[in-house]
């Protein structure tokens, strides 16, 4: 399985890498549209998505209607500190499949994961 | 060169058209100068010509800066100048041996007047002597209590100032209708106090002139005045502001029926309406009051105005804010009672307002009464049947006064009835009930007594405005005292309370979550149902109102939410990185067993603090979720209750005890308790945190009457830690935790106490500290109950 990381804050990004190793091949990336051409070149299982990135031109839910656009099959989860049901609900009716608020347990998330590629199945 | 003298017809029936001052003439003993922002002379008074020719000049040839010399001049510039209506000068004017004062007027935007009157030698010690007269009068005003008690005095005092036959204080009914309040004359002369003139004698005009020019002086009735000559053309030059003015030829013939030889007329203003007026006449021959005593005439009456109009205005507003508590009361009552049962409960007060002697309810086909003393309730029938009628047709608020005999006994009376339409939905009708007040005017004049016909062909003598100013009694029965203005705004804002109440529960019951800004916008829509434009505008006055509330609650609510929000995402963002770490080291193969404990407690600290942070998030989310201004109305008792009861559990098992209490007014609403939660449950969880094993903290409300207000006083009080005195000033600034914070295991946000400190301003509350270390704690905060909560 092959995971893409796009977040902007590098130990995140670091935490995310070495937890996830033990499951999965994992690529992360800080910017949207480089995370758009990772995208374009790779066939990824699973796009985690931060919400917030550092470049103003495009945030997590730009990438999101990359993905939607290009109909990438990839499961999408968004992986946030903006934690409120507003948010949540907003990411869901934007389309992710997935929801994560940060702090994130990701033994939890991995199983999660999992559960959801299942139903999917 | 043209006359201007005035040759339209005037008879009563046009008496409104006329112009208010006999065109192209003014009274004998002034002298006019109409002139140009250029200075030239484009109008002047018969009676200057003897300047012109002294000077050997043409009036066509005319420069008023050469003519009147450099000092008066220079006033005549500061009058175009300053663009006043009228003005008055100390500067005076010699030429002929004459010396004379001077009066500046307005005619047109480009046209001025200045009027010269003659300056008399008044003996500056008489000067002296009646203007401390004045002054003693003025500075004792405070000591009346009524118009009735001031204007008594005051036309006595007038009377020797002016040296008039008569003075009278006119006071002005709501219909314009005037009565002599007070009257000062001469002995021998009959008396007109208490008399009544109809508005009609004063015409409308002549009002809305009163309401800007404050005195009219008549020195002459006999006066048959001096033509005013136009240089340029023949359009009548607008006297309306001119101090010599000559009078209508109607008001002439008035007065000359009255006998009267010389009047003094000056306005009362309350609030830039005509009130009252002062009126002297005069009757043993013409009066020239002179420039002095006209002077300290206006002085006196400019007091005795100030003094009318503070105590109206006093009075007016101590009725508004009777009003409004009541209307407060009302709005506060109206979710949780019903209205029938809310008229009742609050029928003292409403009778306070109105003068009541019952109402009806109509709701539909049920109609409920409530009148004292009419016993035949099919009497109101016709009323409820009309009423209906009228609100069918959109009529918002009826009123009637008057014809409205509904029982042949007369004790037992309705005289006037007000309608309001209440429904939002249904068909629903309030209507009071005033009761009959019986009253009898002595109107000043009585048909076919002293006949003035007698020259028939004088087209004015047959048309005097009546024929005898005999008393003439008029018993007027069967009506009511009259529905003002203010009981009518009352009635609105009643009936916009009643409806908007109602307009929110329907919209409650459709929609749980209704956004304000929702009901507003369907409010607007129901707005164009009520095509009636003042029923619009008071609407909308509340719901400006209202949502101006609302937004800056809003504003508030907002901008903290913006902070928490952005707080809670730089919190997550750096907090995902310290636990993701922590969780990393612990599962690492290679190290030692120090530093797998040492991550475990950096990973638990993680969850503790974001716990804590969950927490406060929590306490701002369920902020959120409700609306601030709240309308769910509990009483006190039920919102401790439901407050405190889940935290007394929590504390037990940290062997901590909560007690609280309502000591009185257990019935008290709170319809805004959000906020007023808010600061209680910030309260109690501090001085929870500063309590050790086996403390207590206890809640004490009681309402009580602090300075004519009514307030909600809270007690919040701890036997924990205590506060130091060096500490206590500093507990209420954002992110300040006590240093005694290490003591206790949970730790606080530092937010809590401002909170609730911004709570309690927002509330136009109180909170006082009352802490000794060792001892407890004890926070006091009052809130008025009316305002907000």
Sequence with gaps: MKIL??????????????????????????????????????????????????????????VLDYIKENNVPAITAAVTAFTTDEWKDKCMEEGFHLYFPKPVDIDNMWSEILKFKRTRA | MFNLEYKGHTDLKNCDEEPIHLLGKIQSHGLLFGFNRSMQLTHFSENCQPFFDDKNLSPTEINLNDFLGIEVSKECHLFIETKRKQWHTNQTFETLDRKFHLHFSCASDDTFILELEEASNFPKEEFLTKFSVIQRFLSTSHLFTSELDIATSAVVEFKNLSGYDRVMYYKFDYNGDGEVLAEAKNQGLESFLGLRYPASDIPSQARKLYEKVSIRTIADIDDTGIPVYGIQNDIPIDLSYAVFRSVSPIHIKYLQNMGVKATQAHNILVENKLAGMVICHHYSGPKHIDYTTKSLCEYYLNGLNSWILNSTIAEKRKAERIEQKVLDQIRNHLESVNLKGLILDMWEELTGILGLCGFSLVEGEDIFHYQKHLNNRSDLEGIISKSKELAENEEYILTISEKLQLTEDDDNFIGGVAVINTGFMENQFLIFYRPEKKRTYNWAGKPNH????????????????????????????????????????????????????????????????????ESIKVANQKKQIFKLQERNKALQDYIDSISKEVREARKINELRQLVMSNMSHEMRTPLNGIMGLAKLIQNEPDISDTLRHYSKLIDESGVRMLDTFNRLMKLDLSQKSEDISGFESVTLEVMLNNLLSPLKEVYSTKEKTLEWRVHNEKKEKISNQTILSQIILNLVNNSERYCEAGGHIQVDAKVIWKSGEKVLELEIEDDGLGIEPEEQSKIFQPFYTGKDITKTKDEGTGLGLYIVKTYVNYLSGELTLNSKPGIGTKFIITIPLALSI
Excluded: C
């Design chain 2, 450 to 517: 002293h006949s003035a016909e007698k020259d028939n062909s004088n087209e004015l003598d047959k048309l005097s405005p009546r024929n005898s100013f005999q008393l003439w009694q008029e018993v007027v029965k069967g009506q009511s005292a009259p529905w003002t203005e203010e009981n009518l705004n009352f009635l609105r804002e009643l009936a916009n309370a009643i409806e908007l109440n109602e307009f929110l529960r329907i919209n409650e019951s459709q929609n749980q979550n209704a956004d304000l800004s």
């Design chain 1, 5 to 62: 990381y796009v977040e902007d804050n590098q130990i995140n990004r670091l935490v995310m890498e070495r937890s996830i190793q033990k499951y999965a091949e994992i690529v992360t990336e800080e910017n949207g549209f480089k995370a758009m051409d990772l995208i374009k070149e790779n066939d990824f299982d699973i796009i985690l998505i931060d919400l917030n990135l550092a470049d103003p031109e495009i945030d997590g839910f730009g």
